[in-house]
Structures are given as structure tokens and as C-alpha cells.
């Protein structure tokens, strides 16, 4: 009996251990989409700033030379 409940310990351990280390990496894995991801609606916002500052005043000499140029 003894031999079995050790075997169950040892089992259980490893068992145990190769659980963690799956839910390391895919916390890992979190981490870095969580991180891509805010980079991206960081990047999002500064594009629309961009867009409502051009809308707020647009430079139609631009627009102009763009069009005269073809």
C-alpha cells in the first residue's frame, strides 16, 4: 500500500508540474496579445487624432498642388 499511495504522490507532482508549466506559457502567451493589443488602440487613437485634426483644418493648397500635378 505504501508503494501505491508514493506512486500517487509522485504522479500527482508531475502531473502538477507539467499543468504549471502549460499555464505559464499560456499566460505568457496573455500577456503578450494584451500588450500587441493595447499597442494597437494606442496606434488607433493617434491615427484618429490625425484624421480629426485634418478635418478641423484641412489644407486645401495641398489638395490643389496634388491635383495640378497630374
Given at each position: 500500500?505504501?508503494?501505491?499511495?508514493?506512486?500517487?504522490?509522485?504522479?500527482?507532482?508531475?502531473?502538477?508540474?507539467?499543468?504549471?508549466?502549460?499555464?505559464?506559457?499560456?499566460?505568457?502567451?496573455?500577456?503578450?496579445?494584451?500588450?500587441?493589443?493595447a499597442r494597437a488602440f494606442e496606434n488607433a487613437?493617434?491615427?484618429?487624432?490625425?484624421?480629426?485634426?485634418?478635418?478641423?483644418?484641412?489644407?486645401?493648397?495641398?489638395?490643389?498642388?496634388?491635383?495640378?500635378?497630374?
Amino acid at each position: 500500500m505504501k508503494i501505491i499511495d508514493r506512486h500517487d504522490a509522485v504522479s500527482d507532482q508531475i502531473i502538477g508540474s507539467a499543468v504549471n508549466a502549460l499555464n505559464q506559457t499560456r499566460m505568457q502567451d496573455e500577456i503578450f496579445e494584451l500588450e500587441r493589443q493595447a499597442r494597437a488602440f494606442e496606434n488607433a487613437g493617434e491615427q484618429m487624432l490625425k484624421v480629426r485634426d485634418f478635418i478641423a483644418s484641412p489644407n486645401t493648397n495641398t489638395r490643389l498642388h496634388r491635383y495640378q500635378a497630374w
